[in-house]
């Protein structure tokens, strides 16, 4: 190959390649992204369970399921939870969006695969050791600086890959 056609951008039908299920790293992507999803889903989830386990009720109309007489706030399990959603809603919802720029620009598979598999075990493990299992810090700490590093690391990727395109 000469040096024009390494230059080249990819386009056509190889671009849509990268964003297809038959590229490994774009299926390692929609496998873990839709994990999760499904972890963030879980945890509305577990919000209301521990509502209905300690009837603390934020709304009006929820009030008439147990019988209770008045609204309550702050009881520091719903709370627990209610922060580790939040920090779910937070990280990876940036995360999902940068990994699916960073699959967009063809990455070495090896390394994509990876980052992406790393990242999304360390939000589970995040959320493990924050709503869950509550354990005492660097735990949660090192789980969330794990993905921050990882969304960051994708971005700049990203902005060095395509920044001769603006």
Known sequence: MDNKTLATPITGPMRLALLDRSNPVFACYLVWMSLLVLKMLCM????????????TFANPEDLRLPKLSEVRFGDAHVERVRRAHRNDLENVLPFMLMS????????????????????ASARVLHTMVYAFVPVPQPARALAFFTTFLITCFEAIYVLVCCIKYI
């Open 44 to 55: 509305s989830l577990l919000t209301a369970r521990q509502r209905m386990r300690t009837k």
């Open 100 to 119: 699916l720029a960073y699959v967009a620009t063809g990455p070495h598979p090896m390394v994509a695969r990876l980052v992406i598999r790393i990242g």
